[in-house]
Structure formats: C-alpha cells, structure tokens
C-alpha cells in the first residue's frame, strides 16, 4: 500500500524527518474532530465505529506502533502480529471511555511515538518488520511511520463524516 484512493494519502510523499512533526500535528487535530460531533459514542451504522471509538484506536495504534519499532531496533525482521483492532474496541470498552481523558491519552501516545521516530538514523529507518496488514510484508520502519500517520490522518476523515451522518440524517 503506497497510496490511498480513499483519503487521497501518498506513502511517499512524506518524508522522514517530517514523520515526527506530523504525528503530534495530528494528535492537536482530534479535540475539535471530536468536539465537532453531536454525540461522539454514536455509530453511524451498526458497521461502523463511532468518533469515540477511532480515537481510542489511533491511541492504540500510536502505543502499538512505539512497540513495533521497540521491536524492531532489538530483533532482525521481527513478525508484527495484529493489534486485534475489531476485539480492542469491545474489550477495551472504547465507547465507555472517557473522551477527554481518551484525548490527552493520544495526545501522549503520539507525542511518545514521535519521540521514538525522531531518534531514528536512515540505518534504523531501513530496518524491516513482518507487517500483517494489507498483506503479509517485510516493512521498513520508515514505511510504519508513513502508515502511522495515514492511519490518523485517514480516521480524522471517519470521525468527520460520522459527524455529517449525524447531521444529514437529521437524528
């Protein structure tokens, strides 16, 4: 996956040392994603997450990702299982959790993952992972960073038009 056809983000167009600014720019941008939704534990369709419950998973995926490279620097080409994403909002209770307290969290978390990225040299931006998703793939870290921050910037997309959903659907 180097391009999203849905929310127009381009892998390579994001360079490496822009990676760290980036993820805490995105991190800012969720309080008014969240705050602009009516109800943010309402799910637009059965299907789909609620604005709370995507904010829970960039947390998640902001701590996740810090493991992975953790991983990564200590082990030559170490597997990533998957997060469990589907099974976290359900077990973690994500629409239970505090908004406000879920937004420091990834404010944290990001701020965290940052940190890590911008210690990297090309050397440790060259190191490679088993990522599982869309594909099973050796990834560098470089790569995880760039889909690091789609998967953010993507869901502050989901959250957005959750909010229309609300609006257009007159509920």
Same mark, same amino acid.
């Given at each position: 996956?180097?391009?999203?056809?849905?929310?127009?983000?381009?892998?390579?167009?994001?360079?490496?040392?822009?990676?760290? *600014?980036?993820?805490?720019?995105?991190? $800012?941008?969720?309080?008014?994603?969240?705050? &602009?939704v009516p109800d943010p534990r309402?799910?637009?369709?059965?299907?789909?997450?609620?604005?709370?419950?995507? $904010?829970?998973?960039?947390? #998640?995926?902001?701590?996740? *990702? &810090?493991?992975?490279?953790?991983? $990564?620097?200590?082990?030559?080409?170490?597997?990533?299982?998957?997060?469990?994403?589907?099974?976290?909002?359900?077990?973690?209770?994500?629409?239970? *959790? #505090?908004?406000?307290?879920?937004?420091?969290?990834?404010?944290? $978390?990001?701020?965290?993952?940052?940190?890590?990225?911008?210690?990297?040299?090309?050397?440790?931006?060259?190191?490679?992972?088993?990522?599982?998703?869309?594909?099973?793939?050796?990834?560098?870290?470089?790569?995880? &960073?760039?889909?690091?921050?789609?998967?953010?910037?993507?869901?502050?997309?989901?959250?957005?038009?959750?909010?229309?959903?609300r609006t257009a659907g007159g509920a």
């Amino acid at each position: 996956m180097d391009r999203c056809d849905e929310c127009l983000f381009v892998y390579s167009a994001l360079g490496s040392g822009e990676l760290p *600014q980036r993820l805490r720019d995105l991190a $800012a941008r969720y309080p008014a994603a969240l705050h &602009g939704v009516p109800d943010p534990r309402r799910r637009p369709a059965p299907e789909v997450w609620s604005p709370l419950e995507y $904010a829970c998973h960039v947390r #998640d995926v902001f701590r996740v *990702q &810090g493991e992975r490279v953790a991983l $990564a620097l200590r082990v030559d080409e170490p597997e990533f299982h998957p997060m469990g994403r589907d099974e976290l909002v359900i077990t973690e209770r994500y629409n239970a *959790q #505090d908004p406000e307290v879920v937004l420091v969290d990834l404010a944290t $978390a990001a701020d965290e993952f940052a940190a890590r990225f911008a210690a990297l040299g090309e050397v440790e931006l060259d190191r490679t992972g088993v990522y599982p998703w869309p594909r099973r793939e050796a990834r560098t870290l470089r790569w995880l &960073g760039r889909h690091t921050v789609h998967e953010a910037e993507h869901h502050l997309l989901d959250i957005r038009r959750a909010g229309e959903a609300r609006t257009a659907g007159g509920a």
